[in-house]
T-cell receptor, first 116, second 113 residues
Framework: KAGVTQTPRYLIKTRGQQVTLSCSPISGHRSVSWYQQTPGQGLQFLFEYFSETQRNKGNFPGRFSGRQFSNSRSEMNVSTLELGDSALYLC???????????????FGEGSWLTVV | AQSVSQHNHHVILSEAASLELGCNYSYGGTVNLFWYVQYPGQHLQLLLKYFSGDPLVKGIKGFEAEFIKSKFSFNLRKPSVQWSDTAEYFCAVNARNTDKLIFGTGTRLQVFP
């Protein structure tokens, strides 16, 4: 079956702009979470959605937001981009969430965002 | 707050050497534990996970990890590494009352033939 699909794979934005990243989870998966990966900070949790509701949120400013649609696809948005937002943004999906019955989280290949 | 420490940032080994990567976490409650691997240019893949039961967990590609609750540790081991094990390895923890993974900073493993 197809894995977690993220688009776009690479993009360059200018400071102050906004960006929307898209994630299609594995078919049947209802939980989608987002992570930011940078060389300095490693992998940091952004937020997690389940059945169109945000269940958990990490320690990121309000410029970072997300949503999930009825088909479980998810988008994350970053407004007023800063240079420090340059990172690999990873989407992950699982059936119902990690804490439920030991379901595995599967990661996509990520979207590389460069802010100039 | 939860945190995960991976003490080895960069490990260099020759093929056939044994590997042990340390992972310690801080959280007082029940946790789920994971090791993920990221090969060059590829996405994160699950190596193994511990949820309950036998604290010695076997994963893919000959990797195993042992959960020692008293030491808050979940070290990754492989008796004989191969060049193809060159990758970055991430330990992650999930507290049972949340749905987010807390990752360590990763360990870069280089294996030379």
């Amino acid at each position: 079956k197809a894995g977690v699909t993220q688009t776009p794979r690479y993009l360059i934005k200018t400071r102050g702009q906004q960006v929307t990243l898209s994630c299609s989870p594995i078919s049947g998966h209802r939980s989608v979470s987002w992570y930011q990966q940078t060389p300095g900070q490693g992998l940091q949790f952004l937020f997690e959605y389940f059945s169109e509701t945000q269940r958990n949120k990490g320690n990121f400013p309000g410029r970072f937001s997300g949503r999930q649609f009825s088909n479980s696809r998810s988008e994350m948005n970053v407004s007023t981009l800063e240079l420090g937002d340059s990172a690999l943004y990873l989407c992950a999906s699982s059936l119902v969430g990690v804490t439920d019955s030991g379901n595995t989280i599967y990661f996509g290949e990520g979207s590389w965002l460069t802010v100039v | 707050a939860q945190s995960v420490s991976q003490h080895n940032h960069h490990v260099i080994l020759s093929e056939a050497a044994s590997l042990e990567l340390g992972c310690n976490y801080s959280y007082g409650g029940t946790v789920n534990l994971f090791w993920y691997v990221q090969y060059p240019g590829q996405h994160l893949q699950l190596l193994l996970k511990y949820f309950s039961g036998d604290p010695l967990v076997k994963g893919i590609k000959g990797f195993e990890a042992e959960f020692i609750k008293s030491k808050f540790s979940f070290n990754l081991r492989k008796p004989s590494v191969q060049w193809s094990d060159t990758a970055e390895y991430f330990c992650a923890v999930n507290a049972r009352n949340t749905d987010k993974l807390i990752f360590g900073t990763g360990t870069r493993l280089q294996v030379f033939p």
